[in-house]
């Protein structure tokens, strides 16, 4: 039996919308169509995030609870109004991406599974000058809410007083994003050489509060994630649902609502009675084009101080100007060859590789989970807790590390403990993963 089919008239086009009772979020029980009406909803501010950029497809074809993989490549089979734009990549390959203009092709891209919209910072009529500079708040494990809404306004002043407007929104999952919309004159190379400068300066204004720090280990508080504006990079848009069970919304606000808001009452239900009697607070940010002048002569401020390149993402080649590309626990001191220090952990029964792949650490380090979901990593840590309950009582949640992985073209998430605050003869071995998920599986099946 063929399965059910429901044509929209969208923007004067038909869209058709497969497998519409498909739950996408199992524990709110919404669909497919209804995530397609919700993006209808509030599809003015939707696309006002995303129209005539490029997008990498993340794509959930089962859902907010199943793996996701991103697509780079516009699928071969489309309606023949469905535009793409040629994009190169830092790894050298290249891949035509859809770029979307109005609803239809909204949602003929929701239909595909994007629960969320990941954009460039780019206009497809020129790709090699944003004209956003995106400041991304990702706090570390353990920071609340009421800190990430600290720095967010902190981070407004910084801007301000450097003669940006920043517009802020929810992430719909643990952080905060301000988006700044800038004049396009800049590289990719100088929006990022301004966003480090920012996050310098919120760390200045903010010490104890948010760093800029790239290494987890050396991290505190809120990280403002400045390698978010290095080519390549995207981040879910304005009015993305997030895959979070109860299908949280990336929100834009009006900064007189950062002080008081809560990500959890942004969701698919409560934003669209929201947008039709309050509007989008982001109607103006694209007549709000700021320069970068002031942040970039902050960055030369900053390098006649002393200051390198901060640490460029893994997969870019090095930048001349960057400091070691290694944590700071693993450099070398001094001239001469140092001994090496710390061991590789040991891997997790019936793996090749352990908690930290083949790199020395002086951190006892255990891994607990490898999983195609977050959700998955997370049921396995409290199994993990369950059979350790007087181990549990010593980690701080520092000491918890929940990293996003990427693989090929999917996501999944990796857990690992820091025993350094459990005492030594209480600290338990390496076990077997409570969950043991390969994402390089598919490949080698192909």
Not at 79 to 97: K, N, Q, Y
Not at 190 to 197: D, I, K, L, P, S
Not at 300 to 323: L, N, S, T
Request: charge should be neutral.
């Amino acid at each position: 039996m063929a399965s059910r089919k429901e044509t929209l008239e969208i923007a004067g086009r038909e869209v058709t919308v497969t497998n519409p009772d498909k739950v996408f979020f199992p524990r709110t029980g919404h669909t497919k169509l209804d995530l397609v009406r919700f993006y209808l909803a509030v599809s003015a501010g939707a696309l006002r995030g995303v129209s005539g950029r490029p997008m990498a497809l993340k794509r959930f074809v089962n859902g907010a609870e199943g793996e996701a993989f991103f697509q780079k490549r516009a699928p071969e089979s489309r309606p023949d109004w469905i535009e793409t734009v040629e994009l190169s990549f830092p790894s050298g390959r290249i891949a035509h991406e859809v770029v979307v203009r109005d609803a239809a092709q909204l949602a003929w891209v929701v239909n595909l599974g994007c629960i969320d919209l990941n954009p460039h910072p780019v206009r497809a009529d020129d790709l090699d000058h944003p004209d956003e500079l995106r400041v991304d708040l990702d706090p570390m494990p353990g920071v609340p809410w009421s800190q990430i809404r600290d720095v967010a306004l902190v981070t407004r002043e910084a801007l301000e007083d450097l003669g940006l407007a920043g517009w802020p929104k929810t992430s719909g999952s643990r952080g905060f994003h301000v988006y700044c919309r800038i004049r396009r004159r800049w590289t990719f190379g100088e929006v990022r050489r301004a966003a480090v400068a920012l996050a310098r300066e919120v760390e200045r204004r903010a010490p104890d509060l948010a760093t800029s720090r790239w290494w987890k280990e050396e991290r505190h508080g809120v990280f403002l994630d400045y390698n978010q504006n290095a080519k390549d990079r995207t981040v879910a848009s304005a009015y993305s649902p997030r895959p979070t069970p109860d299908a949280r919304v990336s929100t834009p606000l009006r900064w007189d609502e950062v002080p008081d808001c809560e990500p959890e009452a942004f969701t698919i239900d409560t934003v669209p009675e929201r947008y039709a009697r309050a509007g989008d607070p982001w109607e103006g940010i694209d007549e709000a084009a700021g320069s970068l002048e002031p942040l970039l002569d902050l960055a030369e401020q900053h390098e006649a101080a002393g200051f390198a390149d901060a640490p460029w993402p893994p997969h870019f080649v090095k930048q001349a100007d960057e400091p070691h590309r290694v944590q700071p626990s693993k450099q070398r001191a001094g001239t001469g060859p140092a001994p090496r220090q710390g061991i590789v952990p040991p891997p997790a029964p019936g793996k090749t590789s352990g908690p930290t792949g083949r790199r020395r650490t002086t951190m006892p380090l255990i891994e607990i989970a490898r999983a195609a979901t977050q959700a998955e990593a997370m049921a396995g840590l409290e199994r993990w807790k369950a059979r350790h309950p007087d181990v549990w009582p010593h980690l701080a949640p520092a000491d918890v590390l929940v990293d996003s992985m990427r693989g090929r073209s999917t996501l999944w998430t990796r857990i690992r403990l820091n025993l350094r605050n459990v005492p030594e003869a209480r600290r338990p071995s390496q076990e077997a993963l409570e969950v043991d998920y390969d994402p390089w599986q598919p490949i080698r099946e192909a």
